[in-house]
């Protein structure tokens, strides 16, 4: 079909409902051929909702899809691709005992051989220029491969329609850059891309126009090459953003959490091993972990909260004191909390009501428990407490933790290891999936709780949320920690490259190397 | 009309609790149309097991004494099952139980003093306990499932029984029939009613049962065996030791299966015998479950388990209704319970075909 349609797309009224919600309601865009359109939004607005209809997943309940100017009936995703849309999701479904051609061949509707399908996947990866070796086995492969893994799984369809949902929430700066070229590049050839972010630097740089979504409704669009990300970023939550307030002249005490050559094996085939960890956290300080997800995040904040302890006692301190050897309740008592990244049946239990998740970890700490027996109404009040102190939306202390929004519970978990008044916090991912709103107020906390003289060990993979709220940080990459960065000093082409640049091409690593250091 | 499924928000409370009673309706539906099939008179057999043993005020004790068995394992079960330890061989434990406290009574047969009774009530426990800790320690040591250790264990006790009945405790005045010597009367349980047959046990399963009520819902232990059953990584986040449950929540239920045995051979039976296990450690099965693993609930579905025991027997002798009608009854109403649970995370919505047709 030739480009002489007017739009690629087209959504007119589409609506949808769930138990107890409307996701989408009467939501209406057009894409023109070959734009790339941002779909924006904060978490729950229903942008995954709306591509999932566009893609077949799901049927709208009312609402027409227009596509190449003709009303169309999108029964299931093979019917969609067969339309020409492609989506790589922002989780991959790939095979990690199998090789990348394996695991393309078994995503293709047709049927081809082996030595006609690889021709045809390094015909794609010349033409866009991307690197990726088809014969290596997946579980080698960084999260960056793997993401190029289900690009050329989608371009192989010659889409007309690309949709990418959250695609840089695990690449390196510098593969995010990367992925934007061959975005560009295919755009070029006249396909459109949508586009679901929520991080509105990137949204700059790469699209042309944007919908804005907000609880389910179109709330406005615009041209983001002429708005900035502050604007919005106030068009998606319909309201003005707090700034975070941080003293600029920060007083920091002495070493108050040590790691010193903590050394955990991996677990299992596809775990990664910690290797000889060293950092010092300062009373007062808040202390950055950055790094691309899988690369010893998970096994880090099991061996810092206690979860999986060490042989070694002196391979962690607390004011000095050798902790490694402790389980979570021994630290937790000398007064370490931690905050899991996986909220749901990690940091709380989705089937217990708010008061019994306070037991879970406050039960020591807040006097909840005397003799073995748990006092209801201590454990009661506390969370009453957590809930006014951290806003957190709930009907009552009785209600399950699961019924919950995400970025609520977030709350809720923040504000029961926070008001425990800890002298070390370690905490991973606490925005993730976190309304802009909700993120601002957990930032705030954890500033005005480093002010206390407490020490606060952040893992994220945001860079920008590190940036802003930590004082110095390091990164980990493959298990090992790089030297710890002054914050105010780091530039993030040093921090993209510790975080282990262009992963799978050494070359376009080199080059950047070389690039930050005649800086 | 296409029938779909769509999920609530939250469980629903009140289907949690309707949905037992729902499944014993179903199963009086269906038990009647079955045997009706089959050639007996369908509803009378129902009446028969399901409402005169309610409604004959003579056989209320019979009940009482059926009931306290399966309250006591199926409290012990409902522990394990809350902490996702699938402890299958209640019964194995019921009659190691049974043994060790009939080991202690021909031990001290001759013998008189209030201790002997105490004496073989621990022992009792203790026999059930240690036999479930085989299972426990396979599964912490080796990962072995609980499912096939627990199950197959319960063979290998019942082999015990029988070598031990025909072999070293066999009554030596008994006229070689496989069984122990009857207890004196310092090792057999008390009755409480005078003439009835309702034995101490019966109240101290009630007691039981409110003890484990408080403990799973007010102490830290209960707390630990929920939130480990739950969510194995919060439990771990929250510093509760996976193995160290795993061992409490089999050693509690073969601990009650065990006691619950040491009642038997001291009350209805006054003795051993190779008749000892009659599946109260399966049918516990389903009273947990039927209970919603709730201390009270067990209570209320061991009287209701207790009633297809009692009533069976009675359409057995009355309208000569087959003796394993009871077990299919029991069956039904274990697979209906599993059936309808679906109602409690999901409601029932009847979407017109044409709909349908729009969306596909």
Redesign the interface.
């Known amino acids: 079909m030739s480009d002489s349609v007017q739009h690629r797309i087209e959504l007119k009224g589409i609506t949808k409902a769930f138990p107890g919600v409307l996701a989408n309601d009467a939501v209406s865009f057009k894409v023109k051929p070959g734009e790339i359109h941002a779909l924006l939004g904060e978490n729950g607005a229903g942008k995954s909702t709306l591509v999932k209809m566009i893609y077949g997943i799901m049927q709208p309940d009312a609402g027409e899809i227009i596509w190449d100017d003709e009303p169309v009936m999108v029964a299931n995703p093979k019917a969609a691709r067969k339309m020409g849309v492609g989506m790589v999701f922002q989780h991959f479904s790939l095979f990690e005992a199998m090789t990348v051609l394996e695991n393309i061949a078994l995503g293709m509707d047709g049927s081809y051989s082996q030595a006609s399908l690889e021709e045809k996947i390094r015909e794609v990866l010349h033409a866009y220029d991307l690197k990726l070796e088809p014969h290596r086995i997946v579980s080698t492969l960084s999260v960056g491969e793997r993401q190029r893994i289900e690009i050329v799984r989608a371009l192989l369809l010659e889409p007309r329609l690309l949709i990418m949902d959250e695609p840089t929430s695990v690449l390196t700066p510098q593969e995010v850059g990367q992925l934007f070229e061959t975005l560009r590049k295919l755009s070029k050839t006249g396909c459109s891309i949508l586009y679901i972010s929520h991080k509105l630097h990137e949204i700059r740089d790469l699209c042309e126009a944007a919908t804005i979504l907000r609880g389910g409704k179109v709330v406005g669009e615009c041209d983001p090459r002429e708005e900035t990300p502050k604007s919005m970023a106030e068009m998606m939550i319909g309201g003005n953003l707090k700034q975070i307030s941080k003293a600029k002249t920060r007083e920091f005490g002495a070493d108050r959490f040590v790691a010193d050559g903590l050394t955990v094996p991996g677990e299992g085939d596809f775990g990664v091993a910690l290797d000889d960890i060293c950092f010092k956290v300062r009373a007062g300080e808040i202390f950055g972990i950055a790094g691309v997800a899988g690369n010893g995040q998970n096994e880090l904040l099991l061996a810092l909260s206690g979860e999986q302890p060490s042989s070694n006692a002196n391979a962690i301190l607390l004011d000095g004191q050798p902790i490694a050897a402790m389980d979570a309740v021994g630290r937790r008592n000398l007064g370490l909390c931690a905050v899991p990244e996986e909220r749901n049946g990690h940091g709380a239990v989705v089937d217990f009501s708010l008061t019994d998740n306070a037991i879970l970890t406050a039960r020591e700490r807040m006097g909840m428990a005397s003799s073995g027996i748990l006092k209801g109404g201590v454990a009661t009040a506390y969370t009453s407490k957590v809930i006014d102190d951290f806003a957190v939306k709930t009907t009552g202390p009785g209600s399950l933790a699961g019924s919950l929004s995400g970025g609520n519970l977030q709350k809720f978990i923040m504000g029961r290891e926070i008001l425990q008044d800890p002298e070390v916090l370690i905490v991973s991912q606490p925005t993730w999936g976190v309304d802009a709103g909700a993120a601002a107020a957990i930032h705030q906390a954890l500033v005005d709780l480093a002010e206390n003289g407490s020490a606060i060990v952040v893992i994220s993979q945001d860079l920008d949320e590190l940036l802003a709220i930590s004082d110095r940080m390091a990164v980990i990459n493959e298990g090992r920690m790089s030297k710890t960065l002054n914050v105010g000093e780091a530039s993030i082409d040093e921090i993209g490259l510790l975080m282990g640049g262009v992963h799978g091409d050494p070359f376009a690593t080199a080059e950047m190397t070389e690039a930050v250091h005649v800086h | 009309m296409f029938i779909e499924l769509?999920?609530?928000?939250?469980p629903s409370k009140a289907m949690l609790y309707l949905t037992p009673v729902l499944a014993v309706v179903a199963t009086m539906v269906a038990g009647a149309i079955i045997f009706t099939l089959i050639g007996h008179d369908g509803l009378g057999a129902v009446r028969k097991i399901f409402l005169d043993p309610l409604l004959d005020t003579y056989k209320w004790q019979d009940l009482g004494v059926k009931a306290a068995p399966l309250i006591l394992i199926g409290v012990g079960l409902a522990i394990g099952f809350k902490a996702n330890v699938w402890n299958i061989g209640a019964e194995g434990q019921y009659v190691m139980g049974g043994l060790a406290g009939t080991g202690v009574a021909l031990a001290t047969w001759g013998m008189t003093g209030w201790w002997i009774l105490p004496l073989m009530c621990i022992a009792g426990v203790a026999g059930g306990a240690a036999y479930a800790g085989i299972p426990a320690f396979l599964k912490t040591r080796f990962n072995v499932n609980e499912i096939l250790s627990s199950l197959m264990l319960t063979y290998v006790a019942i082999q015990v029984l029988y070598y031990l009945m025909r072999g070293p405790w066999k009554d030596p005045d008994g006229f070689n029939f496989p069984q122990t010597r009857l207890f004196t009367d310092d090792q057999i349980l008390p009755t409480v009613l005078t003439n009835t047959v309702v034995h101490l046990g019966v109240p101290l399963a009630f007691v039981v049962a409110i003890a484990a009520w408080f403990v799973m819902t007010?102490?830290?232990?209960g707390?630990q065996i929920?939130?480990v059953g739950?969510?194995p990584?919060?439990a771990?986040?929250?510093?509760f030791?996976s193995k160290k449950t795993i061992w409490a929540a089999l050693l509690a239920g073969g601990g009650l299966a065990g006691f619950a045995g040491i009642l038997e051979a001291a009350g209805p039976f006054g003795q051993m015998v190779p008749q000892f296990p009659t599946g109260y450690g399966f049918t516990a099965i389903i009273v947990a479950f039927l209970g919603r693993l709730h201390p009270i609930g067990i209570v209320l579905a061991g009287i209701i388990l207790a009633v297809t025991y009692v009533g069976g027997e009675l359409a057995q002798s009355s309208i000569g209704l087959p003796g394993a009608a009871t077990g299919v009854f029991q069956a039904m109403m274990l697979f209906f319970l599993l059936a309808t649970d679906v109602l409690v995370k999901y409601r029932i919505k009847l979407a017109s075909p044409a709909k349908a047709g729009d969306?596909?």
């Open positions: 769509e999920k609530r928000k939250e007010r102490s830290v232990f707390f929920r939130v739950a969510a990584a919060a771990r986040y929250g510093g030791n969306v596909a």
